[in-house]
């Protein structure tokens, strides 16, 4: 079965550091681009990264670049998310998504089940 | 950055109504727009990729269009199971970006 799960997330104070990791199994994880949307509690979805398959291109929302940082691990199977100086606005369910292996399009097909992340003192 | 408007923010249709969901593009993406379903506590699923193309098990009264700036969902015969939230997605360049999201409801 394809599956992603997503682990990491808690309770941190604002100013503090996570990592999010999300486990890929049932598909070639390396031949896929991966992402991370996150969403509010009670509001929509927000894009945050994305990296290409073998990590040659990364990208990030501005909201988010120069404090969190995205990786994957090929050997392990694994998507990385590491967020430091966390704001209270970065409160959210994170989840992280496949790019659907499809000419022309960059859709997310296969989707976590998301962790939450808490920023609050 | 490319903004995605979509409307309406709700919608309350009967069961077998077809259902017509719009999102705007501030700027042409040729065929790079998705749509998404969400239901409450999951995580959202892919409906139409490529604007209109439909995502293997999804089911065929879900329909998409469009092209460049303007795109349409449609639903063509309303379903109880339908209740969600229903996001569209700009994947033609990055930051990719979200419509605000259309929920969907009974009457």
């Given at each position: 079965e394809v599956q992603l799960v997503e682990s990491g997330g808690g309770?941190?104070?604002?100013?503090?550091?996570?990592?999010l990791s999300c486990a890929a199994s049932g598909f070639t994880f390396s031949s896929y681009s991966m992402n991370w949307v996150?969403?509010?509690?009670?509001?929509?979805?927000?894009?945050?990264?994305?990296?290409?398959?073998?990590s040659s291109y990364i990208y990030y929302a501005d909201s988010v670049?120069?404090?969190f940082t995205i990786s994957r691990d090929n050997a392990k199977n694994s998507l990385y998310l590491q967020m430091n100086s966390l704001r209270a606005e970065d409160t959210a369910v994170y989840y992280c998504a496949r790019v659907i292996a499809a000419a022309d399009t960059d859709a997310f097909d296969i989707w976590g089940q998301g962790t939450m992340v808490t920023v609050s003192s | 950055?490319?903004?995605?408007?979509?409307?309406?923010?709700?919608?309350s249709a009967s069961?077998?109504?077809?259902?017509?969901?719009?999102?705007?593009?501030?700027?042409?993406?040729s065929n790079g727009l998705s749509w998404y379903q969400q239901k409450p506590g999951q995580a959202?699923?892919?409906?139409?990729?490529?604007?209109?193309?439909?995502?293997?098990?999804?089911?065929?009264?879900?329909?998409?269009?469009g092209?460049?700036?303007?795109?349409?969902?449609t639903i063509s015969s309303l379903q109880p199971e339908d209740v969600a939230t229903y996001y569209c997605l700009q994947d033609?360049?990055?930051?990719?970006?979200?419509?605000?999201?259309?929920?969907?409801?009974?009457?």
């Open positions: 309770l941190v104070k604002p100013g503090g550091s996570l990592r996150r969403q509010a509690p009670g509001k929509g979805l927000e894009w945050v990264s994305s990296i290409s398959s073998s670049k120069g404090r | 950055d490319i903004q995605v408007t979509q409307s309406p923010s709700s919608l069961v077998g109504d077809r259902v017509t969901i719009t999102c705007r593009a501030s700027q042409g993406i959202p699923t892919l409906l139409i990729y490529a604007a209109s193309s439909l995502q293997s098990g999804v089911p065929s009264r879900f329909s998409g269009s092209s460049g700036t303007d795109f349409t969902l033609y360049t990055t930051p990719y970006t979200f419509g605000q999201g259309t929920k969907l409801e009974i009457k």
